[in-house]
């Protein structure tokens, strides 16, 4: 299982929100320098999200990004603000490795379809982001239907994994809920990265057990409740 540290960009910062809301932020430096930090301590793959895409606008934060790619070599994993094929492919062809499509793989499942036969599936990441049972979308505002309908209509049109988030448990650091990741891994057939609650190394065993492919690590990792050294050998 893959551990991919989070570096989360808002107004140049890197930040950490707590479920989602951008006025709930803790400030924690230069992306730059949090991303050299993580991979001076093993990580190999990072979770960049532009929160101000996320929140709008699409282009803030874009050379900041582009930095992290050339001076990492890490694999980086990008959402946040991808709206558009263009947007899409413009961060594929500049070195991400694996864009991360949200509300616009709802509203345009379509896209995965284009995306994944122009550059791979391996390199196409739809993102199912859930309450309960109902994926959500646009900020996590919006309930659009079933998250496992949804997650097979993502496969269904090229998606060559999904990030999985639980935002009933997203940034407040009391662990994982197992169920609703069980019900996905059993649901699709694709590698699946798990965000939302990890706090422990006992999470990522679980989650190791259940069969996810990766992990994010965001809040607990920044705030010390987790290290990245004893999460990289409790998902070996």
Sequence with gaps: MQIFPAVDVMDGHCVQLVQGERDRATRYGDPLDCARRWCDEGATALHVVNLDGAFGASLKNAELIRALIRETGAYIELGGGIRSLG???????????????????VEQPDSLRWLSREYGPERVMAGVDS?????????????????????????????????????????????????????????VPCPVVVAGGITSTADLRALHGLGAAGAVLGSALYSGRIGLAEALEAAR
């Excluded at 309908?149 to 009391?174: C, D, H, I």
């Design 87 to 105: 947007d899409a492919a413009g961060w594929l062809d500049s070195g991400v490795d694996r864009v991360i499509l949200s509300t616009f793989a």
């Design 131 to 187: 309450r309960g049972t109902e994926i959500v979308v646009a900020g996590w505002r919006e309930a659009k239907g079933n998250y496992l309908r949804w997650a097979e209509v993502f496969v269904e049109m090229g998606a060559g994994s999904l990030l999985y988030t639980n935002v009933s448990v997203e940034g407040l650091q009391r662990g994982i809920d197992p169920a609703p990741v069980r019900a996905l891994l059993e649901t």
